[in-house]
Structures are given as C-alpha cells and as structure tokens.
C-alpha cells in the first residue's frame, strides 16, 4: 500500500536492509563523541502526588515523565504527552526495550487529564497499555492518520489534526499540531500510513512546545516565525547514533540547540533521552554535548537544561519583565492553511 505521508524536506533515508545491518553489527561500527560519557540512564527523584494535584494558579508546569513524556499542567487543565508508563516500549518485552529509569510517580497518582496528545504511532511514543489504563474515554488528539486505528482499538474520543491544524480541548487552551521530520510504523506493512507532529500548546499567556520526535529540518524556522517567541519547548537530544541511519529522523544534541534557536525558544527541556537504549550512544552523553552545544552557540547553558527524570519546570505568565524566570525544580478542529 503507498504511504500517505512523506517529509517534505530532502534528506537521506534508510531502509529495512539498514537497520538490519546496524542491528546486526555488520559494517564499521561509530565511535562515542564523549568516550568519557557515562553509559547510565538518566537520574530520578520522585513526583508525589501532591505536587500534581492541581494546575498552578498561575503559569504552567511542566513535569518529565522520562522520554518523550510530560504532564503539562496550566490554565485548570492537565495534559500528558506521549505517556510511557510501561516497562517495555515495544509490541513484545524484549530486554533492549525495557525502560532504563522507571517513571517518577504511579498513574494512579496522576491527576484528572484532560486530555493526551500523540506525536506519532511508535511504540516508544504511542503506548496502548497506558492509554488503556487512562481510559477508553479519555480525549485523545492526535497526528492525522491516526484515528480510525485507535478507534478500532476501542478509544471513543479522538480527534486528528493535520500540520497547522488546532482544536480546544478546554476553554482558552488551543493545541496545535506543528510539522517534524520523522516516521512511523508499528508493523512492517503500515510505514507512513500515518503522520507525525510536535504539538504547540497556548494558554493564556504561556506558550509551549512538545517538538515531538524528529530530525533537524526547515519546519523549525517556520514554527518560530509563526508562534514565536515560546516561551517553553520540549526538544529531543538523544537516540541519533549512527547518524547515518539516524540523522533524518533524531536530532543530537547540536541540531536540538539548533532547533532551540530557530523555534526562538525562551527556554527548554531535554527529552527522548537516557530513559530507553534505543542507539548506540552512551546514554549519559546527550546531556554532556548539550551543554558543549550551547556554549558554543554562545547561548547560557541554563537555557536548555537536560534535567532527571521527575524534574519539575514553573513556568510563569510570561509579562516582559519575567521573560527569564522559568524556574526548575527537584473538541473542534480549525485548519490552517497546509504546510508549504
């Protein structure tokens, strides 16, 4: 069957034969960028319940949940992101697909959700068991080609959105999907038959952004012109070795900063990384070239900070005078018009 979505932009590609050959260690194989890097997940501190009880009164927060997943929380809602609370990430329990760093809370210590927003159908991105556990009736929105398949997996509130599209999932919250460079498939007959997406989240007065998984491409410039400056992304460093096979599809640590500064990003979190073995990198070695990254782009390094998994962001209702006082702690669809 011919896929129905494609990446726009030119880049290299890598087929089945590929990944077969990396999975198999056939050819030579890429060194560490950082040999000194720590080969161990991400760190780990707690979420009780009582920190995500309620949204904040003011501002939005924004917890790591590990990987791609957050729990977004402003305006009187909750929303979670690409949750992940299995152990495995993957359609069997293989060990290489078993999560390295366990969640920071239970989902049952999680608050009422509103509503969860998907990138896209990967298994490390889109998990039935959890989404199971949330509700066959919690709304979901997600990148178009997606809904007639969760459908028949039982879900009975979706909504699907193509690039540029937005809904409310609540009064004053309006979600939009925004482009990526990326993929999908979950078996080996249904490759892009479905799409892939960030998603932009506008309260009141805060701007998020989830990039969702992608490699470096233009649309980043164009979500900056369109809905910068954000005020706070969400932007993956990690699973991008070998680059060969990986460039198109993940961004390493220099094209997240890259990224950071064409979206005009106020500041940012490090996600898909440290959580899961999904490349060949160190799994401490993202946060390491992020920092190298920043620096080097003369950008402060607590701009974009690659924090444990658990790590809370408070964002403040961003007033110009407070532009830089993002804290860290321990429905209906309207289309825009189609991406060019």
């Avoid at 089945?16 to 720590?38: N, T």
């Avoid at 509103?114 to 039935?128: I, Q």
Wanted: some cysteine.
């Amino acid at each position: 069957m011919k896929p129905a979505f494609h990446n726009p932009w030119p880049h290299t590609a890598h087929g089945f034969v590929d990944i077969l050959k990396w999975k198999l260690r056939i050819g030579q194989r890429e060194q560490a960028q950082c040999p000194e890097a720590p080969d161990h997940p991400a760190g780990w501190q707690r979420v009780t319940r009582e920190q995500i009880a309620a949204p904040p009164s003011g501002g939005w927060r924004a917890v790591w949940l590990g990987h791609a997943s957050f729990l977004l929380q402003g305006d009187g809602v909750s929303l979670l992101v690409d949750p992940l609370f299995s152990t495995f990430c993957g359609p069997f329990p293989f060990p290489g697909l078993r999560r390295q760093v366990p969640p920071p809370c239970a989902m049952q210590d999680l608050p009422m959700i509103d509503a969860v927003l998907l990138t896209h159908s990967h298994y490390d991105h889109l998990d039935l068991p959890t989404l199971r556990l949330l509700g066959m009736d919690v709304p979901l929105i997600v990148a178009e080609g997606h809904a007639a398949w969760l459908r028949r997996m039982g879900f009975q509130n979706v909504t699907e959105l193509p690039w540029f599209a937005h809904t409310q999932p609540a009064p004053g919250i309006r979600v939009t999907a925004t482009p990526a460079q990326h993929f999908t498939a979950r078996t080996l007959r249904d490759r892009n038959r479905g799409h892939w997406c960030g998603w932009l989240i506008e309260g009141t007065s805060v701007k998020l952004w989830h990039a969702g998984d992608s490699g470096l491409c233009d649309a980043f410039r164009d979500i900056g012109t369109r809905f910068g400056p954000i005020d706070f992304g969400m932007i993956p460093i990690g699973a991008y070795q070998p680059r060969r096979i990986m460039r198109a599809m993940h961004m390493n640590p220099q094209d997240a900063v890259t990224a950071f500064q064409h979206a005009r990003c106020h500041h940012a979190a490090a996600m898909h990384w440290g959580t899961l073995r999904l490349t060949d990198e160190p799994l401490g070695e993202p946060p390491i070239l992020l920092e190298r990254a920043l620096l080097q782009a003369h950008l402060p390094t607590n701009a974009f900070t690659a924090g444990c998994v658990g790590n809370i962001w408070e964002i403040p209702n961003q007033a110009p005078s407070i532009r830089t006082a993002i804290r860290r702690t321990s429905g209906t669809v309207e289309a825009d018009r189609p991406y060019l």
